[in-house]
């Protein structure tokens, strides 16, 4: 099992900015985020595979940007232009797919004030 451990969340106004790390035990051929929003289920954020191929969802596009380093076993989200609706719990992922991931990390709050 691969431990995660992410940081960089809190409370920002809307248009603000802010960036997630998540640091892991090991790789994983994919990894990334998913997040939580209250009353809903967890969702795909943005997922990038060994190699650079990236899932993202269109409500972030434009928006959020993805990024790995192998070397360092992290992955990064830099979040810009926030919004209300981005309040949510980030969770990081990891596995071998991007829409099944097998590896959370504990989650961190991502709250934008309106």
């Known amino acids: 099992q691969v431990q995660l451990v992410e940081s960089g969340g809190g409370l920002v106004q809307a248009g603000g900015s802010l960036r997630l790390s998540c640091t892991a035990s090991?790789?994983?051929?994919?990894m990334g985020w998913y997040r939580q929003r209250p009353g809903k289920q967890r969702e795909l954020v943005a997922m990038?595979?060994?190699?650079?191929?990236?899932d993202i969802s269109d409500s972030v596009k434009g928006r959020f940007t993805i990024a790995r380093d192998d070397a360092k076993r992290s992955v990064y989200l830099q979040m810009t232009s926030l919004k209300p609706e981005d309040t949510a719990v980030y969770y990081c992922?990891?596995?071998?797919?991007?829409?099944?991931?097998?590896?959370w990390g504990q989650g961190t709050q991502v709250t934008v004030s309106s």
């Open positions: 992922a990891a596995g071998l797919s991007a829409l099944a991931p097998t590896d």
């Open positions: 090991q790789n994983s051929f994919s």
């Open positions: 990038v595979a060994f190699g650079g191929s990236k």
